[in-house]
Structures are given as structure tokens and as C-alpha cells.
């Protein structure tokens, strides 16, 4: 997509250009490249479009901030950050699922699990120590991955760590439904993982996390998801390799859902700021300032 917008804008450079990154270019986490010859010409091809376009939009102020080291030769107003964010009109008369053998404590992932970092390895197999060590009782667990869940490794995966009774691979729905399983869960699961890069993402998923108002477990490096999570007041961080620490914040979670305590609600002022409609009306000014 990018480099079409860069050969576009080569051949009518009075046309106004903007790239929007979603998520970073060749310095992405989640990116693998077969040789450093690859990975060399990923590299200048993203230098072209920052270089050629008017306006960069990325997707969190952390990586706006790294592409303006990486390339101080750009003007400051060329690297505009615009956050994912949710929609309002997207939770409008929607119900939380029905959820069969209810109540039991549940833990949704909703949302796709892809890339070589983003694996729910460390989770699952820290769901399986706090059931070996008695801190959740497998009678009240139910854990929901909707959405990509990884396929057949993460179907393996499960099986080998006896976790296929709690544990639904529920696969892919339509949106309004993804949004009834989020508003079924007592606690959101965000798998980020680690790495250099992660810091510089915001999983969309986190917005609309954020908008149900449910406690969220955030399996993350310290970045600008751990930091939204932090400042929202919406539930806990943790290193997504420290297996044990996560087993021990499922328990808590667990403990607070049996004494009937109510989940971290997340600062209504912070989660305003992501509401689409503020966003766009920031993507709008900045297409005006660069038409004529």
C-alpha cells in the first residue's frame, strides 16, 4: 500500500500524500526477514515513503518519537501520532455472550494471535501452574480465545498442558459478536510479548478493551501498551516471560471474582480519549493542513 502512495506521489508531487502506519514498518516486532539483504531493502523502502509523503501517521506517540530519532532530518510536523481507538456505536445494544455451565470465572482473549512473539505459550502454561498449585480451581476456570488463535500449535499446545476443558479455541466471529464475548469476560487477556519494537504498540484489541470497562491482564514489555494500561488504571502489567507471575495474578483476579469484588474500572477520561470519533477528527485536521 505504501508503495503505491510513493509511486503515486513521484508522479504528481503536487498531489498531498499521507502513509499511515497501523503498525511500525521495517522496525516491527513481529517482522522476521530471510537475510540482512532483506531486511536492507525493507529499510530503504520505508526511508522513501517518510521521505516522500507529507504527513506519517503512526499509531502510538512512542513510535512517533523513534521514527523522529531515527530520521531527524524530517520536519516535526511531518510525524503525526493517531492511537487506535473504539467505537461507541460498535457496543450499542450488544449483550454479553451466553456462556454455557455459568458462572465460572472467565478469561477472554479476543483477537488475533500471530507473528513469532505473540504466543500464549507462557500464559497457558502458567494457567496450568495456578491449577497445579491449587491457587483456581479448574471447576470455576473457563478461558475463551476468540478470534485467530494460532492454529494448530496453539490446539497442541493446549492438549499437551491438559488444558482443553478449560480452555475454548472458539475461532473467528464477526465483529458485534467479538464484542459480546469481551463483555462476557471478567478479565481481558492482552498478549503483546517482548522484544525490541514491542515497546512502540497498541494492539487495537486494547481499545476496545478499555471500552468494556473490564479488568485487563496484560502479558507486555514496558511500551506504550503497558503504559496505556498503567494510566488508565485498568488493570495489571506483566513481563510476558515471568510465568510464575502470571499464574500468580490469574489467582488474584481469581480470589477477587469469588469474594465478589468488583474489577479495576478503567479511568473514564483516559478511555474517552480513544473514542473514534476524537481520533478522526484528528486525522481530519491533519489531512487540511496539508490540502489546498
Do not use: C
Request: aromatic share 8%; proline share 6%.
Amino acid at each position: 500500500d505504501h508503495l503505491v502512495g510513493y509511486a503515486l506521489k513521484r508522479r504528481q508531487p503536487a498531489l498531498p500524500g499521507v502513509a499511515d502506519f497501523r503498525d511500525p514498518g521495517g522496525d516491527n516486532f513481529d517482522l522476521s526477514f530471510a537475510t540482512s539483504t532483506h531486511r536492507s531493502l525493507a529499510s530503504k523502502l520505508e526511508q522513501r515513503v517518510f521521505f516522500t509523503a507529507d504527513r506519517v501517521i503512526l499509531n502510538t506517540p512512542a513510535a512517533r518519537e523513534f521514527y523522529r530519532r531515527k530520521y531527524p532530518q524530517l520536519a516535526n510536523d511531518r510525524l503525526v501520532a493517531i492511537e487506535n481507538g473504539y467505537d461507541p456505536a460498535d457496543f450499542a445494544g450488544v449483550m454479553p455472550h451466553r456462556l454455557k455451565d455459568e458462572p465460572r470465572f472467565t478469561i477472554a482473549h479476543v483477537g488475533s494471535i500471530y507473528g513469532q512473539k505473540r504466543t500464549p505459550r507462557p500464559f497457558f502454561e502458567a494457567v496450568q501452574q495456578a491449577l497445579a498449585a491449587g491457587l483456581v480451581s479448574r471447576a470455576d476456570l473457563r478461558i475463551l480465545f476468540v478470534g485467530a488463535y494460532g492454529g494448530k500449535a496453539s490446539r497442541e499446545l493446549n492438549q499437551s498442558l491438559g488444558l482443553a476443558d478449560v480452555v475454548d479455541l472458539v475461532g473467528y466471529v464477526d465483529h458485534r459478536q467479538s464484542i459480546a464475548y469481551v463483555l462476557a469476560a471478567d478479565l481481558l487477556l492482552l498478549i503483546l510479548g517482548g522484544g525490541q519494537g514491542s515497546e512502540l504498540v497498541a494492539p487495537a484489541k486494547l481499545f476496545e478493551y478499555l471500552a468494556a470497562g473490564k479488568p485487563i491482564l496484560a502479558l507486555a514489555a514496558d511500551g506504550a501498551a503497558a503504559g496505556i494500561v498503567h494510566e488508565a488504571r485498568a488493570g495489571v502489567v506483566v513481563d510476558p516471560e515471568d510465568i510464575p507471575s502470571i499464574a500468580q495474578h490469574i489467582a488474584v483476579f481469581y480470589q477477587r471474582w469469588r469474594a465478589g469484588q468488583p474489577g479495576s474500572v478503567p479511568d473514564p477520561a483516559v478511555v474517552a480519549r480513544f473514542d473514534r470519533r476524537r481520533l478522526t477528527a484528528r486525522l481530519a485536521q491533519t489531512l487540511e493542513e496539508i490540502s489546498p
